[in-house]
């Protein structure tokens, strides 16, 4: 009797890959994990390479998400934007002179495989881990953190680039998607801040209160000013405001009146009175005349005045105090 064996050789595929396989009965939809900067402003002292702001996302945990063959694998992240030229882990944002470095930390991951901080290189960066053996993996809670970076002295207003900005994927051929990210926000144009002292005290002089004769009258003008320091953008959309925010006397809100804030020998039916630099009333939360103010990445000071303000019928000497809080507002 003859024996016959046939022994079949094959072919093993020893490439390595992991990929996302949430399991027979499940199924998974890649989360879009938004970046949102609202309105991202550029200090006029910024300089190439400061953080400009910061945005946070997160990606939940889920159980046994990533498969990998025998052979180990691993997950990298890629990002759809060009690198900047100021570094390689700093990418294009959509707005020439700001870029986006982008982040990506577990709390609770001990293999590393999840791990990307900082992204680098061009539409390739990550992490890869090698994994022995058929392994489910978990995906941990994950944060994002998105840093909008100053890449230039050059600046331009406008929107964040639009649709995806990265991609944090499988390894295998097919790069299976995890998660990926996207941008919200737009870069303002105009922006300015103080470049003077940020606390301001203007001593009114003493008057006498027999110059008050009615309600409406004004003594003791004082002038001020406030420096800044602005960077101008051109751009229609954008128009820095400045407004100036107090508790004002009753109703003269728009006379510009700010209430007597004394505590101890305090006048009655007298307040202060702020002026712009065209000498008209500074109502709360109303922008103030900016003729004066000279855009463009130099120094300039807005105009103002103080003086004494009667209130009411029947006023009486003591002490006057008030205080404004002087706002930058970019609507």
């Not at 939940?60 to 990002?79: E, K």
């Not at 331009?156 to 990265?166: I, K, P, V």
């Not at 300039?300 to 004494?308: C, G, Q, V």
Request: proline content about 7%.
């Amino acid at each position: 009797m003859l024996l016959f064996c046939i022994i079949f050789f094959g072919v093993m595929d020893a490439h390595a890959a992991c990929r996302v396989d949430p399991g027979l009965f499940s199924n998974y939809s890649p989360p879009v994990v938004t970046l949102d900067f609202n309105q991202l402003v550029v200090a006029p002292s910024a300089q190439p390479g400061d953080v400009l702001a910061t945005a946070r996302g997160s990606v939940a945990q889920r159980s046994n998400l990533v498969r990998c063959n025998l052979f180990g694998g691993g997950t990298r992240g890629d990002v759809l934007a060009p690198p900047s030229a100021l570094s390689p882990d700093i990418f294009d944002s959509g707005v020439p002179g700001v870029g986006i470095r982008l982040r990506q930390r577990a709390s609770n991951n001990p293999r590393g495989l999840f791990i990307v901080d900082p992204y680098e290189g061009a539409n390739n960066s990550g992490f890869s881990s090698g994994l022995l053996g058929f392994l489910r993996l978990d995906l941990p809670e994950l944060e994002i953190i998105a840093e909008a970076v100053r890449t230039a002295e050059s600046l331009t207003a406008g929107t964040l680039r639009g649709g995806t900005f990265s991609r944090f994927v499988t390894d295998n051929g097919d790069a299976d998607t995890i998660f990926t990210t996207r941008l919200n926000g737009r870069v303002v144009g105009s922006t300015c801040e103080v470049s003077g002292p940020r606390n301001i005290s203007v001593a009114l002089p003493p008057v006498s209160i027999t110059m008050f004769e009615a309600p409406g009258s004004t003594a003791g003008q004082t002038p001020f000013e406030i420096a800044l320091s602005c960077n101008g953008i051109e751009d229609a959309r954008d128009r820095v405001a400045i407004t100036l925010d107090y508790s004002a006397a009753g109703a003269l809100a728009d006379r510009g009146v700010i209430a007597n804030a004394a505590t101890r020998d305090a006048a009655r039916g007298i307040g202060i009175q702020v002026l712009d630099g065209a000498e008209t009333p500074a109502p709360p939360n109303t922008p103030v005349d900016m003729r004066a103010l000279r855009l463009g990445r130099t120094q300039s000071a807005l105009s103002f005045a103080a003086r004494y303000y009667q209130t009411e019928t029947a006023p009486s000497a003591g002490q006057v105090q008030a205080m404004a809080r002087f706002m930058i507002v970019y609507p």
